[in-house]
């Protein structure tokens, strides 16, 4: 978007004067749904730590690879997308339907923008179905009531944060509702994360990330690998680990992520993930 109008978001609920991390994310993906605000937000970020793009392809290539995993190689057909974000190129519902048209999903997401962007999201197969909830993680009984209306807890479910658990800044509080979400589902469920860290890149990203929580925006607080890996905690964890995005089977081809950065595949970025069996 750019030279938006000031009544282009009027009566929407979206406030175009504060940056926005899921706009900001979309920009950094190549998309068009984002703000001057989030533009300069984020090209203030990549100023300071110039590869977060390349993280942001890291972590969209990631989620294809373990939708893809989980679709096709665990016979999962239930997906529960925590904090989905803006639709982009190949969704959670559009990786698991190419694979199993009777794949489920559940989105959930309370940004304003992404509700007025929801329709993109509400395709689906006949066979299978989708559905976009707006609700706030820091309501994980809200979410369960209303997935539930979609989503068949006597079956295994795959629970997603996407980069989003940041968002939360008390570990502890961030473990507790995603237990929240994943106890009620049977065994044979996973659980998908991937968030940020600063470990590969440093100091850089640290600086980054201050001066974005400094901007108005909601905050993010990276995380170590080890308190990552504490999420999956009681859980079997798939291989090969929980370990930087990029490194997590790199062997399933994900069309164009080969360009991100120098016409190679980066080895390790600063986003931390994994998937876990329930058992």
Same mark, same amino acid.
């Given at each position: 978007?750019?030279?938006?109008?000031?009544?282009?978001?009027?009566?929407?609920?979206?406030?175009?004067?504060?940056?926005?991390?899921?706009?900001?994310?979309?920009?950094?993906?190549?998309?068009?749904?984002?703000?001057? !605000?989030?533009?300069? *937000?984020? $090209? &203030?970020? /990549?100023?300071?730590?110039? +590869? =977060?793009?390349?993280?942001?392809?890291?972590?969209?290539?990631?989620?294809?690879?373990? !939708?893809?995993?989980? *679709?096709? $190689? &665990?016979? /999962?057909?239930?997906?529960? +997308? =925590?904090?989905?974000?803006?639709?982009?190129?190949?969704?959670?519902?559009?990786?698991?339907?190419?694979?199993?048209?009777?794949?489920?999903?559940?989105?959930?997401?309370? +940004?304003?923008?992404?509700?007025?962007?929801?329709?993109?999201?509400?395709?689906?197969?006949?066979?299978?179905?989708?559905?976009?909830?707006?609700?706030?993680?820091?309501?994980?009984?809200?979410?369960?009531?209303?997935?539930?209306?979609?989503?068949?807890?006597?079956?295994?479910?795959?629970?997603?944060?996407?980069?989003?658990?940041?968002?939360?800044?008390?570990?502890?509080?961030?473990?507790?509702?995603?237990?929240?979400?994943?106890?009620?589902?049977?065994?044979?469920?996973?659980?998908?994360?991937?968030?940020?860290?600063?470990?590969?890149?440093?100091?850089?990203?640290?600086?980054?990330?201050?001066?974005?929580?400094?901007?108005?925006?909601?905050?993010?607080?990276?995380?170590?690998?080890?308190?990552?890996?504490?999420?999956?905690?009681?859980?079997?964890?798939?291989?090969?680990?929980?370990?930087?995005?990029?490194?997590?089977?790199?062997?399933?081809?994900?069309?164009?992520?080969?360009?991100?950065?120098?016409?190679?595949?980066?080895?390790?970025?600063?986003?931390?993930?994994?998937?876990?069996?329930?058992?």
């Amino acid at each position: 978007m750019t030279n938006e109008p000031p009544d282009a978001i009027a009566g929407t609920g979206i406030d175009a004067s504060i940056p926005h991390s899921a706009r900001i994310w979309n920009y950094w993906l190549g998309g068009k749904d984002n703000y001057a !605000v989030d533009r300069t *937000a984020g $090209d &203030a970020y /990549i100023s300071v730590h110039p +590869d =977060v793009t390349v993280v942001a392809r890291a972590s969209r290539a990631f989620l294809t690879r373990s !939708v893809t995993h989980l *679709a096709r $190689d &665990a016979g /999962i057909r239930q997906f529960l +997308d =925590v904090g989905t974000g803006l639709p982009t190129a190949d969704n959670t519902h559009e990786i698991a339907q190419r694979v199993a048209p009777d794949a489920r999903i559940v989105y959930v997401d309370n +940004d304003p923008l992404v509700l007025a962007h929801a329709r993109a999201l509400l395709t689906s197969t006949r066979e299978g179905a989708t559905r976009y909830l707006e609700a706030d993680m820091h309501e994980p009984e809200v979410i369960l009531a209303a997935a539930r209306e979609v989503l068949d807890f006597d079956q295994p479910i795959a629970l997603m944060f996407m980069g989003v658990l940041g968002h939360i800044g008390d570990l502890d509080e961030a473990k507790a509702i995603v237990r929240t979400l994943l106890d009620p589902m049977v065994p044979g469920s996973y659980l998908v994360i991937n968030d940020g860290t600063d470990v590969i890149v440093g100091a850089a990203v640290g600086k980054a990330q201050d001066e974005y929580n400094d901007s108005g925006a909601v905050a993010y607080h990276l995380r170590t690998p080890e308190q990552i890996a504490s999420f999956f905690d009681g859980l079997e964890i798939v291989e090969p680990g929980i370990l930087s995005v990029p490194r997590w089977r790199p062997e399933v081809d994900v069309p164009g992520i080969a360009t991100i950065h120098h016409n190679r595949v980066p080895d390790e970025v600063d986003a931390f993930g994994g998937v876990g069996r329930k058992p």
